[in-house]
Nanobody, 114 residues
């Protein structure tokens, strides 16, 4: 399995980004998947997840109402729409399976700053 995250960048507070996760070697729609983020010295934490069935989503309290996870089954991709970004959202963002993670991708850096 190979995961490739993209779409990060530098954005001002209140701005938006759309992260993408492309997968090869696995069909994402067959698994519960999510987006995680990591800051220096801390472990990765899930910020958004999506179940394979019914596409039920859940979010960390810190991002509710601002981040939205979605999936395009035809393209085998998962997205994270990020609106109302705050400086505390600055992190490297990764996508992966919710349980028994696959090999990690390189992640994509999101920096929220003036």
């Amino acid at each position: 399995v190979q995961l490739v995250e993209s779409g990060g960048g530098l954005v001002q507070p209140g701005g938006s980004l759309r992260l993408s996760c492309a997968a090869s070697g696995v069909t994402l729609s067959s698994y519960d998947v999510g987006w995680l983020r990591q800051t220096p010295g801390k472990e990765r934490e899930f910020v958004a997840t999506m179940k394979r069935s019914e596409e039920t989503t859940s979010y960390a309290d810190s991002v509710k109402g601002r981040l939205t996870i979605s999936r395009d089954n035809a393209k085998n991709m998962v997205y994270l729409q990020m609106n109302g970004l705050k400086p505390e959202d600055t992190a490297v963002y990764y996508c992966n399976r919710v349980e028994r993670s696959w090999d990690w991708g390189q992640g994509t850096q999101v920096t929220v700053s003036t």
